[in-house]
């Protein structure tokens, strides 16, 4: 699969599949996919609205992927407050780092490291 591929797939609560993807979804296929890494839990079980369930999963995960710098092929989990609201994989545009992601509200997009940052109260990255 190319970005391109992964920029054509639908919004879906829950999608691990390329029928529909969300946000944690498109970020562990695109890892395997883009980047030839391991596959990360599916965390399915968990809807895109409980977001502290998210936060306990992710917080036990992240553990074995140390923070780095935005890098192409880092996960990108962004914060408010004491919640992990969201997820992205940094990928490289044309020479330009740039974020994977998906929402319901947008589908699948490319979104500046800046702009992506500016929506949340703290983005890590990670290594995997």
């Known amino acids: 699969m190319t970005l391109d591929d992964f920029r054509q797939i639908p919004y879906?609560?829950?999608g691990r599949t390329v029928f529909g993807l969300d946000c944690w979804g498109m970020a562990r296929m695109?890892?395997?996919?883009?980047?030839?890494?391991?596959?990360l839990p599916a965390y399915g079980?968990?809807?895109?609205?409980?977001k502290a369930s998210l936060t306990r999963s992710w917080s036990t995960e992240s553990e074995k992927h140390p923070v780095v710098a935005p890098r192409p092929g880092a996960l990108a989990a962004a914060w408010r407050g004491r919640?992990?609201?969201h997820f992205g994989l940094v990928v490289s545009v044309d020479g330009r780092?740039?974020?994977l992601e998906t929402r319901e509200e947008t589908g699948p997009q490319l979104t500046s490291i800046r702009?992506?940052?500016a929506r949340y109260t703290?983005?890590?990255y990670h290594a995997n």
Request: aromatic residues 6%.
């Open 83 to 85: 919640l992990c609201l």
């Open 97 to 99: 780092s740039m974020i």
């Open 122 to 124: 703290k983005v890590v």
């Open 30 to 39: 695109a890892l395997v996919e883009l980047f030839g890494k391991p596959l």
């Open 12 to 14: 879906m609560d829950g």
């Open 45 to 50: 079980e968990i809807p895109a609205n409980s």
């Open 115 to 117: 702009r992506f940052e």
